[in-house]
C-alpha cells in the first residue's frame, strides 16, 4: 500500500507542473488583460485541486507509517514476552528437575546397590521393572530440560581430535545392559579413526539415536557402524525394527511426534529424542541422514570430519567400567560431601563395594575435619553439591595444597557450569546418578 501511494504521489507532481507550464504558455501567449485573469483563475483552481489532493495523500502515507510503526513495535514486544517466557520456562524446568532429581537420584541408587545382591528371580523382575519406571522418569526430565536449554542458550562448541572407536565403545557398552534386558542384540562393528567434533554433543547425538533404536526395536539386532568415506566418516545407527512410515519421515525431527505405534515399550518418551538430536547435529553443521521403511528397521547415519591427529588425547578408558574387575578402587580413599545423607551414603557404600575406602561429610566444614584427622591423604573428591560443589573442591584442594581428583554431580549442569567446571579440572556427573556411570567416571578422574 505504501508503494502505490507514493506512485501516485509522485504522478500527481507531474501532473501540476505540467499544469503550470500549460498555464504559463497560456499566459505568455495571451496579451489582454481579460485573458490574464482568466488564466490566473483557471491556475489557481488547479493549483488548489491537486494541494487537496496531494494533502490527502500525504496524510495516508502518514497514516500508513505510523500503521507500520505501531506493528512493528508490536513484533518487538512480542519477541520480548517470547524470550523472556522461554527464559521463564527454563528457569522453572531447572528448578523443578532439580527438586525432582534429588529424591530420584537416591532411588536409583538405592536401587543400584540393592540390584549388585543375589535375589531370587520374582524379585529381580520386580526390580528391573522399578528401574524402567525410574529410567522413565529420567529420561523424560532430562530431555524436557535439554530442549529447553536448546531453545535459550545453545550450547559453546569445542571441537578436538578424538578416536571415534574407543568413544563409541564406551556408549555401547553403557547401552548393552538395557539391549540385553530387550533380549536385542547391540553390536559394534568398523574400524579405527580419527574424527574432529565436539565429542561431548556427538555424544549426546548417539545415546539418543541409539536409544531410539532400541525403543523401537521389538526383537533383533541394532548395530552401531563405522563406515569410512573420502572426506568423511559415516557414523550409523542400523535397527530391524519396525521403521518408519514414508510420509512420516518427514516429522521425525518435530517436537513431542511419535510413532503411533501398538508395540509394548518402557520408556517411551514425549518424542523429543530426535528434535535433540537433529538441533545439536545443525549446531555441530553434521549432516543426517534417515532411510526407513515400514516393517523393515531404520538407518541414521551422521557425517563427521575426519581429525588431522594433531590434538589426539590420550586412550580414554571409561568403558572399563563393564570390563574392569570387580574392585576397581583398592587402595584408594574418596571424601563423599553433600548435604543429602541418604545419597553421599549409599555413593559410599558402592565406592566401598568396589574396593575402596570412603568417608562421608554432610558439609565443607565436616569434610575439612576429616582431611585433618582420619582422612589425611584422599585420592578423590566426590561432592553432590551442585554447582556449589565447584566452591567446595577448591576449598579442600587449598586444605590439601594439591589438584586431587574431583568429580561434582548435578542436578541442572548449565554450558556456564561445565565450563567453570573444566577450568577447573573438575569432572560433572549429571543426576540421576547410575552405579555404572559412576564408576566409569571415578575411574577416568582417578586416571
Known amino acids: 500500500m505504501k508503494e502505490s501511494l ?58 500508513e507509517l505510523d500503521d507500520r510503526t505501531e506493528v512493528a513495535e508490536a513484533l518487538r514486544a512480542a519477541k520480548r514476552a517470547a524470550e523472556r517466557a522461554n527464559v521463564t520456562k527454563t528457569r522453572f524446568l531447572a528448578a523443578v528437575s532439580h527438586d525432582v532429581m534429588q529424591p530420584l537420584n537416591a532411588a536409583r541408587l538405592l536401587l543400584d546397590t540393592v540390584s549388585e545382591r543375589s535375589h531370587d528371580d520374582q524379585t ?15 529420561d523424560l526430565l532430562s530431555s524436557l530440560l535439554e530442549i529447553a536449554r536448546l531453545d ?26 538395557e539391549a540385553r534386558h530387550r533380549r536385542l542384540r547391540l553390536d559394534l562393528i568398523g574400524s579405527e579413526a580419527l574424527v574432529r567434533t565436539d565429542p561431548r554433543l556427538l555424544e549426546r547425538i548417539v ?39 514414508r510420509e512420516k519421515l518427514a516429522e521425525i525431527f518435530e517436537e513431542f511426534k511419535q510413532l503411533d505405534v501398538s508395540i509394548p515399550r518402557a520408556g517411551a518418551g514425549v518424542g523429543l529424542g530426535l528434535a535433540i538430536v537433529d538441533r545439536l547435529a ?71 563395594k568396589w574396593g575402596g575406602e570412603a568417608f562421608t561429610a554432610a558439609s565443607t566444614d565436616e569434610a575439612l575435619g576429616l582431611i585433618a584427622s582420619a582422612c589425611s591423604a584422599p585420592d578423590i573428591l566426590l561432592a553432590d553439591y551442585g554447582a556449589e560443589g565447584l566452591d567446595a573442591v577448591d576449598m579442600l584442594r587449598t586444605r590439601l595444597a594439591r589438584e586431587i581428583a574431583a568429580v561434582v554431580t548435578m542436578s541442572d549442569a548449565s554450558e556456564e ?6 577450568s577447573r579440572n573438575v569432572f560433572v556427573l549429571t543426576k540421576p546418578v547410575h552405579a555404572a556411570r559412576l564408576r566409569s567416571l571415578l575411574r577416568h578422574a582417578l586416571q
Open 6 to 63: 507514493l506512485r501516485e504521489n509522485k504522478k500527481l507532481r507531474k501532473i501540476n507542473q505540467a499544469l503550470m507550464r500549460r498555464v504559463e504558455e497560456s499566459a505568455a501567449q495571451s496579451s489582454t488583460a481579460y485573458g490574464l485573469f482568466q488564466n490566473a483563475v483557471l491556475l489557481e483552481k488547479s493549483i488548489q485541486e491537486r494541494t487537496a489532493e496531494l494533502s490527502r495523500l500525504n496524510e495516508a502515507l502518514l497514516g
Open 124 to 138: 529381580m523382575k520386580l526390580l528391573q521393572d522399578i528401574d524402567a519406571a525410574l529410567h522413565s522418569v529420567d
Open 152 to 177: 535459550v542458550a545453545p550450547p559453546a562448541i569445542e571441537p578436538r581430535d578424538f578416536s571415534v572407536r574407543r568413544f563409541l565403545e564406551r556408549i555401547v557398552a553403557e547401552h548393552s545392559a
Open 207 to 245: 545415546r539418543n539415536l541409539l536409544s531410539n533404536a532400541l525403543r523401537y526395536t521389538p526383537t533383533g539386532l541394532v548395530l552401531v557402524a563405522i563406515r569410512k568415506r573420502p572426506t568423511r566418516l559415516r557414523l550409523e545407527v542400523r535397527d530391524s525394527g519396525i521403521g518408519i512410515p
Open 282 to 352: 545443525q549446531l555441530l553443521e553434521l549432516p543426517i541422514e534417515v532411510r526407513s521403511r515400514e516393517g523393515g528397521g531404520s538407518v541414521f547415519a551422521v557425517e563427521i570430519p575426519y581429525g588431522s591427529g594433531a590434538a589426539l588425547p590420550q586412550p580414554e578408558t571409561a568403558d572399563g567400567s563393564l570390563k574392569a574387575d570387580n574392585k576397581p578402587f583398592a587402595g584408594r580413599r574418596a571424601i563423599i560431601l553433600g548435604p543429602d545423607l541418604e545419597a553421599t551414603d549409599t555413593m559410599s557404600l558402592l565406592f566401598s
Open 417 to 422: 557450569h561445565r565450563r567453570a567446571a573444566k
